[in-house]
């Protein structure tokens, strides 16, 4: 790969002829000229914008087929199972989502930073992977005795009678089934098996739908606890026989002994991401709390559909930011320039790709709302705008925020990403809900998104001696010009010129990233 990186003048990409492009940011090209002399070609090729942008497509593409199933399963299941049947579906996920949650240790993402640092030294792999899988079938397990033993209690606490005790005894499988399941997913995350993945995700969800619907339709509400743990059983297969393909190693004999201060590692490092996780949920679930107490139950439910369908939508990048961003600069947490590089990249492409995305939502809102949801919901349209802009500056915090998890840095993450973002989300939600009503919840999104972009950026300038390059911070603000741009058109939707503008922001924003993409490809 070509270590020299011509810079890009973006403010000008769109007029300028493509003999005018050559223009070069010397300190940019000098820095990663230096960086990339001491990386070798495996590493480079891997952190290229050829395969960052390929592996987003490929995850990007596994999360659009897992959206339309989950979609086609949700409307058979609210065709077959009726209000009260997914009112019971809720119940029954929500307790099994808590569940892995907790038994789950938080594991999974430690266990991508730690295979992705050792793939390279096959006797350390060979060890993590050994110690890893143990560790993955005891949280399995745990997982599978909680909810066994305490499945009489969820009866009594999520339906309020001991009906459901053998529904939720039978759940355990599920609960078990799905911690190791994700389990070997992350294993597979941190191998940087993409292909395999994919394919694993693919047929998981395909299956899902094959089993959940008949289940539905013979045995009503009855077949809801066995399509669960059916989906469970059909990913952990998937994910397990792919890795069994994807990596031969020599096990080796756990010793308690020896392999404690890892074991202990993971755990360590699992438990901040639980709480991280957990905060989160609790965080929501205050705002919810707030909503309903401050407003009403209808606007919780339109927030809570609105963010669903932001999320659904623009999910398609966060789910390759976790799946194939963070192994990779797990896997190059000892060199920061290497670090940096990666960074700078990943926030290039994610941006040019979260514009387009962004403003396409924004224009099609209405057509998206009554296609997933109904006309009744119409009025969540401007708060799905200030989401959607919301998500496009989140997208520029992602990249930085995993930083603390690559470089093990839980004093940073802790206080920043768990207390410093929950409280922030707290407060904006709180106090522009109070202003603005139920819109005040999408600017809540933007405000938050901006400081903790500011706050991210200092952190790690400060602690990681990481800087954006100018190439970047010129994508990123004629990016975020253009997403700014159409947004603020549409909030005076239904006037001519706004729609004009609008449709004209979201045009010059696909060409825009089109064109910058296509260079970034063909200089490499």
């Given at each position: ?13 769109i ?6 492009t ?21 590493m ?39 209000p009260?049947?997914?009112g ?12 892995q ?6 594991l999974?993402l ?14 350390r792999?060979a ?11 005891f ?9 066994l ?10 339906f ?13 499988f599920?609960?078990?089934l ?10 597979l ?8 993945i ?8 395909l ?19 066995p ?72 606007d ?13 939508y623009?999910?398609?990048?966060f ?41 396409l ?29 919301g998500?496009?500056l ?24 768990v ?6 989300w ?6 522009f ?5 139920l ?7 933007v405000?938050?998104?901006v ?13 990681f001696a ?36 609008m ?18 490809l063909?200089?490499?």
């Open positions: 790969m070509n270590s020299d990186y011509p810079h890009d003048k973006t403010a000008r990409c007029a300028s002829d493509t003999s005018n050559a223009a070069t940011d010397e300190s940019d090209r000098r820095a990663e000229s230096d960086s990339l002399a001491d990386t070798n070609s495996s480079s090729r891997d952190n290229s914008y050829k395969t960052i942008l390929k592996r987003i497509s490929a995850f990007g593409g596994v999360q659009i087929v897992n959206i339309l199933a989950n979609l086609v399963r949700g409307k058979f299941a609210a065709l077959l199972l009726g009260a049947g997914m019971i579906s809720s119940l029954y996920n929500n307790a099994a989502v808590t569940l949650q907790f038994a789950g240790l938080g999974n430690s266990l991508v930073k730690e295979v992705a640092a050792t793939k390279d030294d096959p006797s792999s060890e993590v992977l050994s110690v890893a899988t143990r560790m993955i079938l949280t399995a397990l745990l997982g599978f005795a909680v909810c033993t305490l499945s009489p209690w969820l009866s009594e606490w999520s309020g009678s001991d009906g459901f005790t053998g529904g939720f005894a039978l759940l355990s599920g609960v078990g799905s911690i190791a399941a994700f389990g070997y997913l992350a294993l995350q941190g191998l940087s098996e993409v292909a395999r994919s394919k694993a995700s693919l047929v998981g969800s299956t899902g739908v094959l089993a959940g619907v008949p289940l539905y339709y013979f045995f009503g509400t009855r077949g809801i606890v399509a669960i743990v059916l989906i469970s059983l059909s990913l952990f297969l998937f994910y397990y026989i792919n890795f069994k393909k994807a990596v031969r190693y020599h096990r080796i004999p756990f010793s308690w002994k020896i392999h404690n201060p890892m074991a202990k590692r993971f755990v360590a490092l699992g438990l901040i991401f639980m709480v991280g996780t957990l905060s989160a949920t609790l965080t929501g679930y205050l705002i919810n709390l707030f909503v309903r107490y401050f407003g009403s139950i209808d919780v439910g339109f927030f809570q559909a609105g963010s669903s369908l932001t999320n659904q623009m999910g398609v990048i789910s390759a930011l976790a799946m194939d961003y963070f192994p990779r600069l797990s896997a190059a947490a000892d060199d920061l320039g290497k670090m940096k590089i990666l960074a700078n990249r990943q926030t290039e492409i994610i941006v040019l790709i979260a514009t387009p995305l962004a403003l939502l924004i224009a099609t809102a209405p057509i998206i709302i009554r296609m997933l949801l109904s006309s009744e919901f119409l009025v969540i349209r401007p708060l799905v705008k200030w989401l959607a802009f998500v496009l989140q997208t520029l915090d992602f990249p930085l925020g995993y930083y603390f998890l690559a470089k093990d840095h839980k004093k940073g993450y802790f206080w920043l990403e207390v410093g973002a929950n409280l922030l707290i407060g904006f939600s709180t106090a809900y109070l202003l603005f009503g819109i005040g919840l999408g600017i809540s999104l405000a938050r998104s400081v903790n972009v500011f706050l991210s950026y200092i952190v790690c300038r400060r602690v990481f800087n954006y390059t100018r190439r970047t911070l010129l994508t990123v603000a004629a990016s975020v010009m253009l997403g700014g741009f159409g947004f603020a058109a549409s909030l005076h939707s239904g006037v001519i010129l706004a729609d004009v503008l449709w004209s922001a979201t045009g010059l924003s696909i060409v825009f990233s089109g064109i910058l993409l296509k260079r970034r063909r200089r490499e």
